[in-house]
């Protein structure tokens, strides 16, 4: 028998009775799977609706061991950002969970996370610090957005840009990822490969959004022609990529480096500035993350 259940009533190892499906017409879920608590937290952030449960276990199918590590990666990331919010709230006045849990309610963000969650594992898994960078670089990014007035969406989508800006670094030559002293010119022309990179990873996902994708390709732009990898000037430099490049400088300056230990947050205020100044970030967004960076 087939019944249902308010998402805050389900336990762990209860039965699903039909598929759950998702706007996009994906399947989330499938029927006969034995949930986990993992798969009951994100549920309760994800469905509103009540969801069918089959009594007793005469129907019980194999646990989808693919669908399982989806959506423990996924936990994962999800604990992984909340503490990024938290260790990055000297940085705005606004509830830490708020942000967390607008997104936690972003049904196509989820599925883009859920999609990219090994790749982002891959990270971690050959380079923690790229991975604590990438994570950071999220958060910050998405605070960056809510100062900027932002919707839910699009700060949900530069949170997730900041997490997958870097994630090319995966295939860079660890001996040049982790090189404690300056990088020679050839050296240098293989790092700047990352960002092509990350796009390539992330260009044929169907659920990932546009401004993403360019976001990721164009993080390290800059206004006056003088970043990579296109040399592309200010009306061609996607706004995601703006705010991505403030807060890729400011955690890259105050988090610690292979080549050099952390710096102040006075340091990372002061490049910014100069960077501006130059013609390099975009003024406004500079403006306004300074002035709530320093108050």
Known sequence: MIFPVSTRNITSGMVLGRDIILDSGRILIKKGTILTNEQINYLSNLITQDIYIIS?????????????????????????????????????????????????????????????????????NRSESTYRHCVKVGAIAAIIGSW????????????????????????????ILNKPSKLNDEEMGTMRRHSALSYKYISEIKTMPNSIKVGVLQHHERLNGSGYPLGLYTEDIHDFSKIIAIADIYDAITSDRVYRPRMAHIAAVKIIQDETYEGKLDPWMSRVFLKKATS
């Open 56 to 124: 007793g276990t005469d129907k019980l199918l194999p646990i989808d061991e693919d669908c399982q590590e989806k959506f423990c990666l996924k936990q994962k990331i999800l604990d992984e950002l909340l503490h990024a919010f938290e260790t990055e709230c000297a940085l705005t006045q606004m509830p830490v969970t708020r942000i967390v849990g607008i997104n936690k309610g972003n049904s196509l963000l989820m599925e883009s996370i859920a999609d990219t969650a090994h790749i982002i594992n891959m990270v971690k």
């Open 148 to 175: 900027l007035g932002y919707n839910n969406e699009e700060v949900g989508n530069l949170m997730l840009t900041g997490l997958l800006h870097d994630i090319g670094k995966a295939i860079i030559p660890l001996e």
